[in-house]
């Protein structure tokens, strides 16, 4: 069974400060997506990063990178030089790849606050 | 360019009542997924279509029921709402997963549905 752990459920910081929210996967699928998403307090769901599991590249963007390691089943996003803007709650989810459908399944989200 | 589309954006029903909740998907995709966030929590998946035809089921309540129509939207009916139906209720749409490579989901903003 596919499953999405962040054991972080809130974490606060003072603007300026870097954080990294954690992310750890389970999956029996040789082939699968990761992805962040962002649900600040208005609700919507914003996109953020997909990465498949081909592709362990790091990627930055910005302020925001994303570590993907295979090795031990994790996807942590860092957060550079904070800012209030970034308070909301962060989900990480799952996909296969192929399958009927590419359902994702959600962590049960970190909700950051970033203090001015 | 075009989003997914999710109407009403809020919806306020009683007890026992209906509700029907529309996903209007980007122009040429044609799967639509059904999720629902309930207070605090992640988004759960509910059910999915693809080319009109279910492709997958999740959690979704025997009184709810969903429908893919020839022109892609998507209708989720509700009904003997109950207080624990209270919830964002997304939509997203994409292309058809088995087919494309680094199909992607695309999310609405969502519908909120209050049951009082």
């Known amino acids: 069974a596919q499953k999405v752990t962040q054991a972080q459920t809130e974490i606060s910081v003072v603007e300026k400060e870097d954080v990294t929210l954690d992310c750890v996967y389970e999956t029996r699928d040789t082939t699968y997506y990761l992805f962040w998403y962002k649900q600040p307090p208005s609700g919507e769901l914003v996109f953020l990063i997909r990465?498949?599991?081909?592709?362990?590249q790091n990627e930055i963007s910005g302020r925001y990178s994303w570590n993907f390691q295979k090795s031990t089943s994790s996807f942590n996003f860092t957060i550079t030089a904070s800012q209030v803007v970034d308070s909301a709650v962060y989900f990480c989810?799952?996909?296969?790849?192929?399958?009927?459908?590419?359902?994702?399944?959600f962590g049960t989200g970190t909700l950051l606050a970033v203090q001015p | 360019a075009a989003g997914v589309i999710q109407s009403p954006r809020h919806l306020i029903k009683e007890k026992r009542e209906t509700a029907t909740l529309k996903c209007y998907p980007i122009p040429r995709h044609d799967t639509v997924y059904w999720y629902q966030q309930g207070p605090g929590q992640d988004p759960q998946f509910l059910i999915s279509f693809y080319e009109k035809m279910q492709s997958d089921k999740g959690s979704i309540p025997d009184r709810f029921s969903a429908q893919q129509f020839s022109d892609y939207h998507s209708e989720l009916n509700m009904s003997s709402l109950e207080l624990g139906d209270s919830a964002l209720y997304f939509c997203?749409?994409?292309?058809?997963?088995?087919?494309?490579?680094?199909?992607?989901?695309?999310f609405g903003q969502g519908t909120r549905l209050t049951v009082v």
């Open positions: 997203a749409s994409s292309t058809n997963p088995r087919e494309a490579l680094n199909t992607e989901a695309f």
């Open positions: 989810a799952l996909s296969e790849y192929g399958g009927a459908t590419n359902k994702l399944i």
């Open positions: 990465r498949n599991s081909f592709d362990e």
